[in-house]
């Protein structure tokens, strides 16, 4: 989708940080724009300030964990707009960092309410709509670079999370009408509130920076959506890692066919 002039964009999250970032470039190139977060007085700042740029803005106050709100953000979008064209599932927490062994069960429910069913919320409030819509749509997961691989210890949660973005979006991917094209993004550091942390908003990529290099991967419809170098190094490291374990262990034998499972749950699920 090369053209966003007069389309519909729903951002969630959308009124700092990267959210806010595409919002400004999406307006900027003539789209309308719906932000969604739970906080009111940060949206209304967000909106009056793309509004004062000529962008045709709203907001709606929602909690993406709760389905109900996103259903309602939907209803939001469909009755201003009439339509809804790119849905931009952004909205995420960091969580507290704790070592997997110490950390709490409500802690880990917490990342994954909001950064894995505040996705889903997404997509369940939105993708039939955006389906039987039948025009091109688009629909964007923010995952992380922590989706591609694990950085260090004390993230396992967040990480976690943001693996199940990449997985979910993969499988929407195998399951989506044409119409309907589906791109996962992974930042790595970039300059925002994630986790109310003073450090991560002046340390790593400016937004703008990150605009830049993902928007033409969002007009070129990519699914894979990269920015940070090094990530590429580390996802490698861990694809190599795998590969040693198999060619040491598990490597191809005559007749292994028969355990090819990706094979056996096309035939399965009816995909080849
Ligand atoms: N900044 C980074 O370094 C970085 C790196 C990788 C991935 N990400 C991801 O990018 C996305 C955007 O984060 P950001 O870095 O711009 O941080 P941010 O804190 O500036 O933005 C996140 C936004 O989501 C909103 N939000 C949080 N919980 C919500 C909820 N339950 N319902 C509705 N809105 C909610 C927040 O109010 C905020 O506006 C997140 O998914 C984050 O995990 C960020």
Known sequence: MKDFKNKVVVITGGATGIGKAMADRFGAEGARVVIAARREERLQEAVAEL??????????????????????????????????????????????????????????????????????????????????QGTPAMILNVSSETGLYVPGPMMGGYSASKHAVRAISEALRLELPEHLQVGVIYPGIVQSELGGSPEMTSIGMPTDDFVNIIWPQIENGEFHIVSHPWAKDYAAENAAEIDRAFDRYAPHFEGDQKYDSKWLANQAFGRS
């Open 51 to 132: 509004n004062s740029r000529g962008v045709e803005a709203r907001y709606k106050v929602c909690d993406v964990s709760d389905l109900g709100d996103m259903r309602a953000l939907a209803d939001f979008a469909w009755e201003v707009f009439g339509q809804v064209d790119v849905l931009v599932n952004n909205a995420g927490i960091a969580g507290a960092p704790a070592a997997v062994v110490d950390a709490t069960p409500d802690a880990y429910r917490r990342v994954f309410d909001v950064n894995i069913f505040g996705m889903l919320n997404g997509i369940w409030a939105f993708g039939n709509r955006m389906i039987a």
